[in-house]
């Protein structure tokens, strides 16, 4: 066993952490501090920054540089997550989807023609996907849906709604989840598509979210025709992808790294803020507390360590990626408990307020820590997979 | 990075796991929760005759010059089937206090004979406050001739029952600085004046209570340096915190082990309870706590072995792990339900050690303090 | 609203008190291991104290047994919350309390017994000294009761009972089995299993002991091999037994010892003002001051759930969440208790009861083993929360 890292690695963190110091323009932390808080501002300056990434080719750091990747190893695309985490760098839920969902299914499963019309401005930064999955009536249980996609002569027709579309008013494309044919029975119904946002027939509504900020949409379709050459993979094989992508790898070491940053600006706050005469930082209940968050924290970067370790050492993660999701979003709730502990009455003043602590990050990580832990697979739903995929529980 | 074992801990994980399913049975172990001894001759010898007394001992001691890695590798299978006996306060306490301190004639007689399984050796070290501080070593060691006189009441000493020698933890000096003025002594357990007696615990371990009354005791059995023993006692319990982490973790991979089998076949409602989402939300809460006890368990004891100052390392794992342990242990008996709570079933033997892990080498408040401390507060 | 005792409760509750006091076996309270809301440790289970068998006929004697009973049946007509407030000094002082004759047996024979029943029986349950145990659990009957599997079969005038009974609590001091068993195998069991009483002491019953963990003998295995029960020991109608089940469940919604956790939190406090560490103060530890007071406000809760579900008792409305929730929050406090107090403890937290270094008597490590079943026993945790969502909610079963 060898827990640390090597010199050439500890290099790469290195440049890692003074490209981003020189990179991320100062007015990005005025606007944000992490997720689900974006303003058409911010959007442009994210989407600036993530060109610039896509240059470095660590956008998309795992794709061949074919592609435009770094075909970077495991232990640096870590490094290169956690960094770009823990500094808060301008990327966030959309480059998620677009590179390690959308644009790792493409790889996987498009044909030649497509891999070349999107994989490339994926890893480039220069196209958004949003995705189609999850309707009003299929949520944890995806496979509920029922947004149709219609064959007729050289043009699919899709009729349906989506929800929780994250960024679906900016994104170029969706990545759509249809039902192809209805009388199979679910699990064998289903086709993966790419859909340009800008098609005839496709409203966008905004859902505001619990930040205030518009986030999510409700993407509603209504004839959209697209060209069948849009269809991902074969036929009612759309079931299959999303399982494959299911083990397509995801360290999820994005949570350990948001919670240290959470975590050392409550340390230097209670180290620098009197109450009754005395710091923040000798009082015993919150430094206990904030030991136990130090201590969740190692657990969660060991627990997402493993799985960049799995498929460095040729595996494929099984239960491990539902285990670091889990762990590290109920980690953000405790966080913010006991960040909102630390804060006091301050805790609840939210960036705009002149007493507000930061940029009131405690108090938006405190909201959109619900999220963590609901999109992507609830909590519960991971918890299934761990005790289904992982322990061999019985499903009935 | 490497979270990996290497091949020869593989084989030596499963040549233990082999060795105890089969000679340490259950049955064995409730011999020994309720004997006297509390450990086993034959058991002890062929462990010996393995090579583990010595595993993670250099080579000019007898031993097979492995690493407390190796060690931790060893001591999880050892939590995973409970084994009953004073190894652990042999190997880890007295082996690595003679190892760290000890000259090199005490190095060649009783780490030599702790390598063969010849003698059994413990370390007297807390006192009636039951903590792990300085400040609590009341027992005195007065120079007289060319010796020391011991007087003081050591307790929660393991082992002290089967002990051929104890490493008494005295103070020879009174200081301001409470960690200044401690000595530690090589006490021959048959000496006049030690007198030693059962408690009866939890776990059915083997503490005791020891008092040592006038128990003379020649220069040339202090270790290490006169007044300068608690950093010796200091490096000795960051050790002795993870091999107990390394046991916890075999304890409670064991305890999630048995539910998560007992929960594929107890048939309620016309199915497993298994199939339950109840159920199986508690059994993925128990292996995220097995996982995660077993990385930052491992990683603290990688530390140690490569020398590194590891403060922080080991007392995460200590104050997780003993935390985790008895969530695993107690959601563990919630899926056995009432067959559980019966002496005849398996599963108090882990929930009572759970309680024994928690508390030796300090808890998890004990730890979450050094912790606090360690990122800067 | 108003929380206080009215001037005549707090009488009442000095009256109990007093009772408590004089009629307790001189010592009991500081023998007592029992761990309140668990089940392992209950001395009366393991064995019959002629010196509690006294109290029992002491408490039926002076009507304490009876007190909510209507008037009419020998009862002292007392509100649920007058019960509440003798049950609540009784546990207290860890005195033995109602229990299945006067909890489970006597309600059910009242509502739905025969007259023949009601002199046979209430007469000797009042004076307190007739005992019953539970014969409910089966091997692969446990949450899921309607599992069970032991037949009573119609022969002339008898049932003829065979089959295995388990988690037997006392069954092995008690006089009677409060039992139920298929009586017709052809329909769902909850269409088919009926409640009788069966006398100990008829051949063919077998009696093993199991020790639980805490190494009491409160559990017992029960085997019956063509046990002879005679017909009238029905209760009520043949093949209805688990609506009387589901009857008496609402009977017990008090039976959880809630003076208990107040006694032990007490001595706790007790110990910790006079133990010092490192030459400080236990009670001037921050983390030891913190788990106290989260402590005290738990209690805090489990009381205002109990006196809650009294006072809904007394004004006609039906606990139903409340009762689940006093079950489910009591038992997952017991558990807390113990674990928090062990902690408190530190290292002296393991010692066993017989040690001479444990503190209070070692209750606590007691409490630490035994409280696992307080989680298990009476329905589980799960179960419970199951009842609150569904039945308490609405939640769909599907």
Known sequence: MDFKFTAEEEAFRQEVKDWLKANIPPRWFELTTGYWQETDESWKIARAFQKKLGVKGWLAPAYPREYGGADLGHIKRLILAEELTYHNAPVGVETEITVNWVGMALQHFGNEQQKKDYVSRVAKGDIVFCLGYSEPNAGSDLASLQTRATEKGDEYIINGQKIWCSYAHYADYCWLAAVTDPDVPKHRNMSMFVVDMKTPGITVRPLINILGCHSFNEVFFDDVRIPKENLVGEKNNGWFQLAVALDFERSGVQTAAGNQLLLDFLVGYAKSTKRNGRFLSEDPALRNELAEMAIEIEVARMLCYRIAWIYKTGGHSNYESSMAMLFGSELLRRMTDVGMRVLGKYGQLMNGSKWAIGQAEIARSYLASLSIGVGGGTNEIQKNIIAMRGLGLPRK | MDLGLTEEQEMLKKSAQEFLAKECPKKLVRELDESDTGYSRDLWNKMAQLGWMGLSFPEKYGGNGGSFLDLTVLLDEMGYNIVPGPFFSTVVLAGYTLLEAGNEEQKKEYLGKICTGELIITVALTELDGTYDAASINTTAKAKGDGYVLNGTKLFVPDANVADYILVVARTKKSANPDDGITIFIVDAKSAGVKYTLLKTLARDKLCEVILENVRVPKAHIIGNLDKGWSVIQSLLKKAAVAKCAEMVGGAQASLDMAVNYAKERVQFNRPIGSFQAIQHYCANMVTDVDGSRFITYKAAWAVSEGLPADKEVSIAKAWTSEAFKRVAVLAHQIFGAIGFTMDHDMHLYFRRAKAGELAYGDADFHRDIVARQIGL | ?398
């Open chain 3, 1 to 398: 609203m108003d929380f206080q005792l009215s001037e005549t409760e707090k009488a009442f509750q000095q009256k109990a008190e007093q009772f408590v006091l004089s009629a307790m076996p001189p010592g009991y309270t500081d023998r007592c291991l029992y761990w309140p809301g668990a089940y392992g440790a209950i001395l009366e289970f393991e064995e019959r104290d002629p010196a509690i068998d006294r109290f029992r006929e002491r408490m039926g004697e002076e009507g304490w047994l009876t007190m909510a009973w209507p008037k009419e049946l020998g009862g002292g007509g007392h509100s649920f919350i007058e019960q509440a407030i003798f049950a609540e000094r009784l546990s207290y002082h860890r005195a033995p309390g109602t229990d299945i004759s006067t909890l489970i047996a006597a309600p059910t024979i009242m509502r739905f017994g025969s007259e023949e029943q009601k002199k046979e029986w209430i007469p000797r349950i009042i004076k307190g000294n007739l005992r019953f145990w539970l014969a409910y659990s089966e091997p692969n009957a446990g949450s899921d009761l309607a599992a069970i599997q032991t037949t009573a079969v119609e022969d002339g005038d008898d049932l003829i009972v065979n089959g295995q009974k388990i988690w037997s609590s006392g069954a092995h001091i008690a006089d009677y089995a409060w039992m139920v068993a298929r009586t017709d195998m052809k329909v769902p069991s909850h269409k088919g299993t009926t409640l009788f009483i069966v006398d100990n002491k008829t051949p063919g019953i077998t009696i093993r002991p199991l020790i639980n963990i805490v190494g009491f003998h409160s559990f017992n295995e029960v085997f019956f091999d063509n046990v002879r029960v005679p017909k009238k020991n029905i209760v009520g109608e043949k093949n209805l037994g688990f609506l009387y089940l589901m009857v008496a469940l609402d009977y017990e919604r008090l039976a959880i010892a809630i003076g208990g956790f107040r006694r032990q939190f007490d001595e706790l406090v007790k110990y910790v003002k006079g133990t010092t560490r490192n030459g400080e103060p236990l009670s001037a530890n921050p983390s030891v001051r913190r788990k106290l007071a989260d402590l005290a406000i738990d209690i805090e809760v489990a009381y205002n759930f109990f006196f809650k579900t009294a006072w809904m008792m007394d004004n006609n409305q039906m606990p139903n969440i409340e009762a689940s929730v006093l079950k489910l929050f009591a038992t997952q406090l017991s558990r807390k208790l113990a674990s928090v107090g062990t902690e408190i403890l530190g290292i002296y937290g393991q010692l066993e009861h017989d040690s001479k270094y444990a503190p209070m008597r070692g209750q606590y490590s007691v409490g630490y083993l035994d409280s696992i079943s307080a989680v298990i026993g009476a329905g589980t945790s799960e179960i419970q929360r199951n009842i609150i969502a569904q039945r308490g909610l609405g939640l769909p079963r599907k």
